[in-house]
């Protein structure tokens, strides 16, 4: 579960690119964020992870303070960001590795979750190759591999479609369907709004730092499109 608690943040000190932003993820959610470029979204994600600090409110994962116990609530959080960075002179099994080490996972629990996502992703073959020899898709494959890798509870996501060939975008749906049936929550932000509306059961719409809408697909969409009810938030030519 995250908890967002009107949270503000300002990078110059005059304008705040998040505004009373509140939210609340349960588990089994597939939550996703909406939004122009520029309304907020990858700062509200960042500052989610602890990698941005704000200025106001608060934000729980699974009840633990992200700037109170960062150490603590990264455990428990898998990120997957816009534009990841993957170090290309280690094979995708060193890098896979290299992030099971950080997160003190067992040689046991790695060894089984690399077969496993591997096989899921079809990367099983190159898990040796060198990172740098790898397409777009592949490296995002290992960096959503990396990021289950310690068996996280919740994951937030940045444009995870982004890059992925048709094959890849329907694996990642399906694990998105089967992690939060086990019991964890996704929140991820998105431009791809049929896909949304499809995979997620609740909605979240950024404008200009401020949520406009929040809360259930079903009632948010009523008989209307994503796209339809994000074009009445935002209107034709309008920018965040
Ligand atoms: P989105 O992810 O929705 O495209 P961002 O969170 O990246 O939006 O940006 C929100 C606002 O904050 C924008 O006005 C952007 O220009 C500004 N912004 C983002 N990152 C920085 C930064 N590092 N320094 C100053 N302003 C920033």
New binding site residues.
Partial sequence: MIEIKNVYKT??KQKY?LNDVSLEIEDGDIYAFI?????????LIKSIVGILPFEKGEIFINGIDVNKNPEESKKTIAYIPDEPEIYDSLTGLQFLNFVADAFDVSEIDRKERIEHYAKVFEMTEHLNNLVSSYSHGMKQKVIIMSALIHNPKVIIMDEPFVGLDPKASIILKQLMSDFVKNGGCIFY?THVLDTAEKICNKIAV?KNGEIVKAGSRDVILKDESLEQVFMEIYGEGQNA
């Avoid at 939004?35 to 700062?43: D, P, R, S, V």
């Fill in positions: 990078y110059d690119v939004g122009h470029n520029g309304a907020g979204k990858t700062t932000s950024i």
